[in-house]
Structure formats: structure tokens, C-alpha cells
């Protein structure tokens, strides 16, 4: 099993639509939740990072975390092509040397 | 954006050859990692620091040394390079702390041939 599992997409929603990204994880000692944007060709960029359960909300971006199931997840409302990307979910866990491991990604497209 | 610069950003090189990548940052962090990214793995730790002279494995480290001379230059070493070391290479930088991000480098795209 994998730390950070994602489903690889892609995932195609309409302009305007909510798109909704999800990634589980493994081990429960993880403490802090991040999410990552990035363009073909591109670093990595971080657009949310969420450490308690519960929603948190960043202009149309809401990221929200479970940690009874393990799970983490991200909203994007009113979709826009430049949304258009891959979404890497990333975990630090309690101990672990500062270390980030992240899922595999899930490609977003968003069509006009 | 962070102060992370990558060098070289493309490189190609020969099997068996040693390669050498560097990692410069001017934020003053204490953790520097280098990740290499492969399509279906996503991105894999190689090796990381946590101070000058303290390195550490991650999780898919054969083949590549590292080292820290100095806080801002985290240097990846491949050895012999092999095709299978074909790949995309980031640096990250970080804060210590459970809740600190990290900030990536531009990229440097090695193929072995």
C-alpha cells in the first residue's frame, strides 16, 4: 500500500463546475496536509495546506481533512482552464525528519 | 518566489559517466531535499538535509550521494549515471517545523544515454 494515494485521472469537469480532488493516506502518525499545483513543465507550487480537521477555505480553493478516515481532500469552486493542471497531495508525518511524501497526482482538466 | 535556483536546468549525459546537480538557495532554510519525478511514481525522495554536513537517505537513494558544504548549496551526485537515472530532478527547501511548506527549484531535466 501506498503513503499517499491518488486517482490519476484525469479528471475532466466544465468551466464553472466544482472540480473535487481526494488522496487517502496511510499512516496515522501524519500530521500536516498539503496540496500542490503543477503546469506541465512546471515546479510544484503549494496552494493550500490544511493541519486540523475540518474545512479550510483560500478564495475558491477549500481544502478539507479527515483524519478518523484518513482522508484529505480538495474543492475547487467556479473551475477555470487555467485550473487546468495535476494536483500532487503531499503528508509530513509526526517525526518524520521534516520529510514530505507525496501521491502520484491527479491530472485536472477543465473544459470550456 | 523562494530563492531556489537549479543548475544546470537540462543536461544530457553519457552511461557511466558521474553527473553532478546543484541546489542553491539565498531563503536561509535549514531542510533541502532532492526529489527526482518519473510518470506513475510521482515525485520520490533521494536523499535530504537537515543542517550542514547532515544528510539523510530517502526512499529511492542508490546511485546518488550528496552533499552539504555550506546552508545555501545542496549538491546531487550520481555516481556512474545509468538510463534508469533519466528523470526530472527537483530541489525543495524548507523551514523546520510540522507545519511548514516546501518551496521547489525550477527543475533539472537529466537524460542518460
Known amino acids: 500500500q501506498k503513503e499517499v494515494e491518488q486517482n490519476s485521472g484525469p479528471l475532466s469537469v466544465p468551466e464553472g463546475a466544482i472540480a473535487s480532488l481526494n488522496c487517502t493516506y496511510s499512516?496515522?502518525?501524519?500530521?500536516?496536509f498539503f496540496w500542490y499545483r503543477q503546469y506541465s513543465g512546471k515546479s510544484p507550487e503549494l496552494i493550500m495546506s490544511?493541519?486540523?480537521?475540518g474545512d479550510k477555505e483560500d478564495g475558491r480553493f477549500t481544502a478539507q481533512l479527515n483524519k478518523a478516515s484518513q482522508y484529505v481532500s480538495l474543492l475547487i469552486r467556479d473551475s477555470q482552464p487555467s485550473d487546468s493542471a495535476t494536483y500532487l497531495c503531499?503528508?509530513?508525518?509526526?517525526?518524520?525528519?521534516?520529510?514530505?511524501?507525496f501521491g502520484t497526482g491527479t491530472q485536472l482538466k477543465v473544459e470550456l | 518566489d523562494a530563492g531556489i535556483t537549479q543548475s544546470p536546468r537540462h543536461k544530457v549525459t553519457e552511461t557511466g559517466t558521474p553527473v553532478t546537480l546543484r541546489c542553491h538557495q539565498t531563503e536561509n532554510h535549514r531542510y533541502m531535499y532532492w526529489y527526482r519525478q518519473d510518470p506513475g511514481h510521482g515525485l520520490r525522495l533521494i536523499h535530504y538535509?537537515?543542517?550542514?554536513?547532515?544528510?539523510d537517505k530517502g526512499e529511492v537513494s542508490d546511485g546518488y550521494s550528496v552533499s552539504r558544504s555550506k546552508t545555501e548549496d545542496f549538491l546531487l551526485t550520481l555516481e556512474s549515471a545509468t538510463s534508469s537515472q533519466t528523470s526530472v530532478y527537483f530541489c525543495a527547501i524548507s523551514e523546520q517545523g510540522g507545519n511548514t511548506e516546501a518551496f521547489f527549484g525550477q527543475g533539472t531535466r537529466l537524460t542518460v544515454v
Open positions: 503531499a503528508v509530513k508525518k509526526e517525526g518524520g525528519g521534516n520529510k514530505l511524501t
Open positions: 538535509s537537515y543542517g550542514v554536513k547532515d544528510t
Open positions: 490544511i493541519y486540523s480537521n
Open positions: 499512516d496515522r502518525g501524519s500530521q500536516s
